[in-house]
């Protein structure tokens, strides 16, 4: 298992930006995708953003379309999530994630995961 830990996360009005950070140490063979969850208070997680290892394929949900964007660091151990025009509706903690699927976007495909780090954003 790998061991991720988050950064960036943090209070911000709304249509402001936040860059995350995620930095990935131990093994990792069969880390194929990273990616982004989310959890907001009384809600189940839900899948954000992910990228293959190779950089060629991105996916993200319906609702961030457009205004996140996932990118990997030079060497894969590093990856990142930049959140423009943030909304009131994108609190929540949001966790860095590795899995061994090739194209995973379903939160049960991912297997090594951060502490998260909250992102509050105010209206």
């Known amino acids: 298992q790998v061991q991720l830990v988050e950064s960036g996360g943090g209070l911000v009005q709304a249509g402001g930006s936040l860059r995350l950070s995620c930095e990935a140490s131990?093994?990792?063979?069969?880390?194929?995708?990273m990616g982004w969850i989310r959890q907001a208070p009384g809600k189940e997680r839900e899948f954000v953003a992910g990228?293959?290892?190779?950089?060629?394929?991105?996916d993200y949900a319906k609702s961030v379309e457009g205004r996140f964007t996932i990118s990997l660091g030079i060497d894969r151990n590093t990856w990142f999530l930049q959140m423009n025009n943030l909304k009131s509706d994108d609190s929540a903690i949001y966790y860095c994630?590795?899995?061994?699927?090739?194209?995973?976007?379903?939160?049960?495909?991912?297997?090594?995961w951060g502490r998260g780090t909250q992102v509050t954003v105010s209206s």
């Open positions: 994630a590795a899995s061994k699927e090739h194209f995973a976007t379903n939160v049960q495909e991912f297997d090594s």
């Open positions: 131990g093994h990792t063979d069969g880390r194929n995708t």
């Open positions: 990228i293959r290892w190779s950089g060629s394929w991105t």
